[in-house]
């Protein structure tokens, strides 16, 4: 039973697995993927082999990849469309599904008058913290 608890452990973090995980991110939007990538890039357990869209073209590098992980933003996607078409290129890889809880859209906030050019912007306060341009 211990042992298969440190088999089911991540690449890395138990000196018995050397293996690092090879993961695809795929998402249609593009800002996700290639964020989650740069950000994952530094992980020392975790390859990133690729940033796709779940496109006929993203599916071919899916195929050709045969990664160990595929982590796919659902925000945007029909789940099981996207997990019938993952499976279909690429069996024997896990799905790791994760979905935004509103969609990504990016707002500027409006031209302040020459007067208050000056002075510098105050943000006002957001009541869920969220940057202004998540509000």
Same mark, same amino acid.
């Given at each position: 039973m211990a042992e298969d608890a440190v088999i089911r452990t991540f690449a890395g973090s138990h000196p018995?697995?050397?293996? &690092?995980?090879? =993961?695809?991110?795929?998402?249609? @939007?593009?800002? #996700?993927?290639?964020?989650? &990538?740069?950000? =994952?890039?530094?992980?020392?357990? @975790?390859?990133? #082999?690729?940033?796709?869209?779940?496109d006929p073209t993203g599916s071919a590098k899916l195929a050709d990849a045969q990664p160990d992980v595929v982590l796919v933003d659902l925000s945007q996607t029909d789940p099981a469309a996207a997990a019938r078409m993952i499976k279909a290129v690429s069996r024997g890889t896990r799905l790791v599904a994760f979905a935004s809880t509103r969609p990504m859209t990016m707002s500027l906030p409006a031209p302040r008058p020459a007067s208050a050019a000056t002075s510098p912007a105050k943000a006002a306060p957001s009541s869920c913290g969220a940057p202004w341009w998540m509000r």
């Open positions: 018995a697995i050397e293996k &690092a995980i090879r =993961l695809i991110i795929a998402s249609p @939007v593009h800002l #996700v993927r290639e964020g989650l &990538a740069a950000t =994952l890039r530094d992980c020392t357990d @975790v390859i990133v #082999v690729d940033a796709i869209d779940l």
